[in-house]
T-cell receptor
Framework: GAVVSQHPSRVICKSGTSVKIECRSL??????MFWYRQFPKQSLMLMATSNEGSKATYEQGVEKDKFLINHASLTLSTLTVTSAHPEDSSFYICSASGTPENSPLHFGNGTRLTVT | QKEVEQDPGPLSVPEGAIVSLNCTYSNSAFQYFMWYRQYSRKGPELLMYTYSSGNKEDGRFTAQVDKSSKYISLFIRDSQPSDSATYLCAMSPAGTASKLTFGTGTRLQVTL
């Protein structure tokens, strides 16, 4: 079945540094990718929607200058957390949608970010 | 009020029991309903999805949607210890591949 690969699975960084998370669709072309954040014992909260070749659409309350999203190809989207702070520590998960249209979303295995 | 409400549990059942997991929602525009299973430190895995009201069965899993009550359910028959995970409901007005609204998830523990 469709596979979405997310890397790294865990990252620890110091406050003030930037971290890049990659999301790849391995066996299908992902026209749309979604980035979610999940705090412990809470639901997945959508951060942004990215379409290949265009700017991402951010959800209300999500700082686009802090969470930079790039979707430069049909198989790769990246999320960069800039100037990370401890409150950015969370579980970040990407999902991808491809063809046929309206195929259910497939999720990556997530990235656990810890900012010290 | 959250758009999607789900009891976080934990729910503990003995092996072989029938498990009932539920979500309620407030947005009448939701048309697509999904159930995901999430193991610890992993991404969600799609179990089932349904469109509009009705039932859908897949092996030991049955999904039900009652749009008139804004209530959806997932039943697991003959539960196994490997079913122990967090179960998330998700909904969308515009398709299974579009922006989803998730419940908080119910943590299920199936004991031997």
């Amino acid at each position: 079945g469709a596979v979405v690969s997310q890397h790294p699975s865990r990252v620890i960084c110091k406050s003030g540094t930037s971290v890049k998370i990659e999301c790849r669709s391995l066996d299908f072309q992902a026209t749309t990718m979604f980035w979610y954040r999940q705090f412990p014992k809470q639901s997945l909260m959508l951060m942004a929607t990215s379409n290949e070749g265009s700017k991402a659409t951010y959800e209300q309350g999500v700082e686009k200058d802090k969470f930079l999203i790039n979707h430069a190809s049909l198989t790769l989207s990246t999320l960069t957390v800039t100037s990370a702070h401890p409150e950015d520590s969370s579980f970040y998960i990407c999902s991808a949608s491809g063809t046929p249209e309206n195929s259910p979303l497939h999720f990556g295995n997530g990235t656990r970010l810890t900012v010290t | 009020q959250k758009e999607v409400e789900q009891d976080p549990g934990p729910l503990s059942v003995p092996e072989g029991a029938i498990v009932s997991l539920n979500c309620t929602y407030s947005n009448s525009a939701f048309q697509y309903f999904m159930w995901y299973r999430q193991y610890s430190r992993k991404g969600p895995e799609l179990l089932m999805y349904t469109y509009s009201s009705g039932n859908k069965e897949d092996g030991r899993f049955t999904a039900q949607v009652d749009k008139s009550s804004k209530y959806i359910s997932l039943f697991i028959r003959d539960s196994q210890p490997s079913d122990s995970a967090t179960y998330l409901c998700a909904m969308s007005p515009a398709g299974t591949a579009s922006k989803l609204t998730f419940g908080t998830g119910t943590r299920l523990q199936v004991t031997l």
